[in-house]
């Protein structure tokens, strides 16, 4: 099992920019394709990014294309989502989340292991 923490919360203005951390604890971190969700208030959690054990692959949702990127240091065990050009639609509590290597980046579900959360407010 892995255990996941994120952090970086925060409010910014439209515009602007964050860097969301996601910190894992357990079986080694290179096992796990390693994705990024949201869950806006009142809507269904949505996929964000995903990337793949080695970082050499990646996927993003078309609303964040271009935007943010995610990233990883599997020394470090942590896998990171730069966020700029904020809008105030991408407020959401945005959550990190593992699944086995052998599941495809491409493949948007699949995610075993959720970390709890961390809020994202963007302001207009």
């Known amino acids: 099992q892995v255990q996941l923490v994120e952090s970086g919360a925060g409010l910014v203005q439209a515009g602007g920019s964050l860097r969301l951390s996601c910190a894992a604890s357990?079986?080694?971190?290179?096992?796990?394709?390693m994705g990024w969700f949201r869950q806006a208030p009142g809507k269904e959690r949505e996929f964000v990014a995903a990337?793949?054990?080695?970082?050499?692959?990646?996927n993003y949702a078309d609303s964040v294309k271009g935007r943010f990127t995610i990233s990883r240091d599997n020394a470090k065990n942590t896998v990171y989502l730069q966020m700029n050009s904020l809008k105030p639609e991408d407020t959401a509590v945005y959550y990190c989340?593992?699944?086995?290597?052998?599941?495809?980046?491409?493949?948007?579900?699949?995610?075993?292991?959720w970390g709890q959360g961390t809020q994202v407010t963007v302001s207009s």
């Open positions: 989340a593992a699944k086995s290597r052998a599941s495809p980046v491409l493949t948007r579900g699949g995610y075993d292991y």
């Open positions: 357990g079986r080694t971190f290179s096992s796990y394709t």
């Open positions: 990337i793949s054990w080695s970082g050499g692959s990646t």
